[in-house]
């Protein structure tokens, strides 16, 4: 998992100032997404967070994208999606959320605001990439209700996400316009996060 976070590292070497993620109010650089996403990894680290944990992200897409990151960094394992927080239960060991009304007796919550952020300006992103122990471990998990109405997970192991990444790469290096990095869910169902080269209409990661 540490290619990804090479990857990551030459690029905002190469293009610190180049736009990676573009929301409705917001755009970060590649340096941005690097250090905020080392940023989240070091709290991760200060709250306890090991190799191996379950953490729910209840968050907007765009910041999801960021804290996935994170997470990748520190083998923590992910999961998005509605249902997800209810179906796992105690197997949850901390949810980010953006819901100020999220409260629960088996897992602790973070609400992610404006503050949360600025209190994570001050942690260094000097900080080792930990990863995972092996590449059968359980990375992420999506949940999509499908047309049940019912949470279904799906799996995804560290090889299967480092594969999709390493192949996006590719891709990318190519000059495809588009490519998939990280499947997520939303109430309208399953989708993914595409990344655009410069050859499409902006050098963004549009989620």
Not at 10 to 33: A, C, K, M, Y
Request: glycine share 8%; with cysteine; net charge negative.
């Amino acid at each position: 998992m540490k290619q990804i976070f090479e990857l990551l590292e030459w690029h905002s070497e190469q293009n610190r100032e180049q736009p990676l993620l573009i929301t409705s109010d917001q755009t970060l650089s590649f340096g941005e997404v690097r250090d905020l996403a080392k940023k989240l990894a070091k709290h991760f680290r200060e709250i306890g967070l090991k190799s191996g944990d379950l953490v729910g992200l209840d968050l907007p897409s765009s910041i999801g994208m960021i804290f996935s990151l994170a997470a990748l960094h520190e083998g923590v394992s992910t999961y998005v999606g509605a249902g997800g927080t209810q179906a796992l239960g105690d197997a949850t060991k901390h949810v980010f959320s953006s819901n100020p009304e999220l409260t629960s007796d088996t897992f602790t919550v973070s609400f992610v605001d404006s503050v949360f952020f600025k209190a994570i300006e001050n942690y260094s992103t000097s900080i080792e990439v930990v990863g995972f122990k092996s590449p059968e471990d359980l990375c992420r998990l999506v949940f999509s209700s499908g047309t049940t109405g019912e949470p279904k997970p799906i799996a995804l192991t560290v090889e299967m996400v480092e594969q999709r990444a390493l192949a996006a790469g590719k891709l990318w290096h190519n000059r495809d316009s588009f490519l998939c990095v990280l499947n997520s869910s939303s109430a309208s169902g399953f989708h993914t996060c595409l990344l655009y080269t410069s050859d499409a209409a902006d050098d963004s990661l549009r989620v």
